[in-house]
């Protein structure tokens, strides 16, 4: 029965609308009647879904469409389709690269795939922004014991910082009806799945209409998704320093699903920066919004996003950013040279700051954000915590899950456990993860 089935091999790139939408074209291919591959040269079709944010991500596009070059020749050529934001921002161009693509089709059309596969003529390009309709149905999983899960609730962006595609590629922020929203959120937990996390270029943009016509915006949001039965835990990413509403501040307050981790980019500690950047705050501000955050529940620890070398980045104004990481301690963040982005603002400013020095700053600023991440782990060790546990681990009898913090931790401990919140004893600090053991209390 399989074997009459086509083969579907997904490749993601970029960030975790990306993977939701991965998720989704992989949903409606299972409809279709396709399985999933483990390699690109089992499969029928192979579906590159791509990031345009840096250049390096595009690039990885046209090396994997290099090496994939050679299926086309063999005696059964798979189809190839770039789907996501290279495929929006170049369109056509691609096919000037790499001729032997199959279609080229938006992040915004990606539900059109069905109908696109089934097009007698091809090559076919679809680059319409039909965002409603992508959301249409909610998606169903292809695991039964998948624990977690993300929920794009938002999608594009209307702050056009000057370094960024986004605007480009996904277009003005959009925000999905609340219906639409819960009835996804409700399948989710039907499924079995404990922890959602609400997904957008910008969660704080979010503003729809509820059942009652109501304007709901990304707090209100939350307080409705965490009232859904079956609901262990609440995650969102990612915020943006400017709108930090009263109401996320008392979701954060009053709702104990809702994990104490916030992931919240602040891009540079300089305000000269932030103002060329187009970022509508000041350190200042933005050390306040930690601060009111803090203030909401004192456990939240900060993880960030970091471009060093933006245009006319002076060694001051990086040094301002080494101060402010120092300042805030995060526990977890992201560093990116600043890539040149055609059609951006920031892609013609003339003090384009030269490689080695980006490359330089990039690497004080990574070695500064590792201490801390370590020193963020240390903390936790001899603590007791909550742990969901999502999956068997890499070696026999381990089960791994996750901390309220987004720590990755491994037990010893019975595949039964997976789904559920345990109390966990944190015993020993790895590269990257923590071992811990099940506290007795919890067993
Ligand atoms: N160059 C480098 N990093 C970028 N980011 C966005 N655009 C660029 C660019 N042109 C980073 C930002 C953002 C993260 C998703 O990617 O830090 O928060
Ligand atoms: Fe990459 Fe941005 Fe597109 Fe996500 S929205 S895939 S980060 S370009």
Known sequence: MLFSMPGVWIKNFGCQTNVYDAERISALLRKEGYHTVTTPAAAQLIVLNTCHIREKATEKLFSDLG???????????????????????????????????????????????????????????CLEKTLPEKFQE?????????????????????NGCTYCVVPSTRGRSFSRPVASVLEEARTLLQQGVREITLVGQNVN????????GALCDFGSLLFLVAALPGIKRLRYTTSHPQDITDTLLRAHATL???MPAVHLPVQSGSDAILRAMKRPYTRTLYLEALEKLRAAR????????????????????FQATLALVEEVSYAQAYAFKYSIRPGTPAASLPEQVPDPVKKQRLA?????????????????????????????????????????????????GSTDLIGS???????????HSLQGEIAESSL
Request: charged letters at 20%; hydrophobic letters at 40%.
């Open 256 to 258: 104990p699903s809702l």
């Open 138 to 158: 909610p998606i169903l999983s292809d695991s039964p014991t998948k624990v977690t899960a993300l929920l794009v609730i938002q999608e594009g962006c209307d």
């Open 298 to 317: 004192s456990d939240i620890a900060f993880s960030s996003d970091f471009i060093v070398g933006f245009p006319g980045e002076t060694e001051e104004d």
């Open 364 to 412: 004080s600023l990574l070695a500064l954000l590792e201490t801390q991440q370590q020193a963020f782990y240390r903390q936790h060790l001899g603590q007791v915590v909550d742990v969901l546990f999502e999956k068997r681990g890499r070696h026999l009898g381990e089960i791994t899950g996750r901390t309220p913090h987004f720590l990755p931790v491994v037990v010893q």
């Open 205 to 212: 943009a979010y503003c729809a209409q509820d059942e009652t």
């Open 67 to 125: 090496r994939l070059r050679a299926l086309k020749t063999g005696p059964l050529p798979p189809k190839i389709f770039v789907t996501g934001c290279v495929a929006q921002a170049l369109g056509k161009e691609i096919w000037q690269r790499a001729p032997w693509v199959d279609g080229i089709v938006g992040p915004q059309a990606t539900h059109r795939l069905p109908d696109l596969l089934r097009a007698s003529s091809q090559p076919v390009l």
């Open 421 to 431: 919140c345990c109390s966990v004893r944190l015993t020993k600090g790895l590269s």
